[in-house]
């Protein structure tokens, strides 16, 4: 499968790009397509290291919108903001067949702690009307797509990044869509030690994405280091 990851260059999107190069083919994707393949580059060479002859995907590095166009499914790997003037870059060129996969998250953060900040946008059900939405929500929005799954908000992304570290937690997905559902738990599936589970539709992303900035303060107050989530 071809997998790209847009904002690839990021501890999460280089720790997807390792633990998938195994089995799938990985387009790192940034505005600059030197640094994209500067970074693939240097991703191939750990990942190679790492499985050796057992490696049967590739990574190469892209510019956006062709590390977009090229793959199957798509990685949005980016900051939060200026996510609705990328969405809408992206929209002429994101065909209906491909699953999008957001680990985004909207927050903020003042002297005191990180903060849950989604977008407060017209709601396409009643437009006269305002609603606070995720980002998974926003992207599907924008792209008219149902085919939007959102996880990976919890991941420990220095942990990813070590593939000689075990994970052992938990990927909390939300969707409207089965079939992107299935094909996104069979991807994380392949991470060692990595559970997929199902936590409803994309409006529950809302609640996902809320708990990054909860794991956040809890390394800013407790000293913890790289928290994740494990449900038992």
């Known amino acids: 499968m071809k997998i790209a990851i847009l904002g690839g260059t990021g501890d999460l999107g280089k720790g997807l790009a390792l633990r998938w190069a195994k089995f799938h083919d990985i387009i790192i994707g940034s ?44 990685v949005l790997s980016i900051p939060h903001e200026g996510l609705i003037d990328f969405i809408r870059s992206l929209r002429p060129f994101i ?22 900040a989604p977008f407060s946008i017209n709601d396409p059900q009643s437009p006269s009307s305002i609603i606070q939405a995720s980002a998974a929500e926003v992207i599907s929005f924008e792209l008219g797509s149902k085919r939007i799954v959102s996880t990976f908000h919890t991941m420990p992304a220095k942990k990813l990044c070590n593939l000689n570290l075990d994970l052992d937690c938990d990927a909390l997905m939300a969707s409207d869509d089965v079939k992107a559902v299935k094909l996104v738990s069979d991807l994380i599936s392949q991470i060692p030690n990595l559970r997929p589970i199902y936590a409803g539709p994309l409006e529950v992303s809302r609640l996902l994405e809320a ?12 000293n913890i280091k790289e928290p994740s989530i494990k449900i038992v």
């Open 31 to 74: 505005r600059d397509e030197n640094r994209a393949k500067a970074f693939a580059e240097d991703y191939k060479k750990v990942a190679k290291k790492r499985y050796g002859d057992e490696m049967k995907g590739s990574i190469v590095g892209y510019d956006n919108f062709h590390a977009m166009k090229a793959s199957e499914v798509i």
């Open 95 to 116: 065909t209906s067949d491909k699953i999008i996969i957001s680990p985004v998250v909207p927050l903020d953060k003042d002297d005191k702690c990180y903060k849950y």
């Open 211 to 222: 708990l990054t900035p909860i794991l956040m303060n809890l390394i800013c107050h407790n």
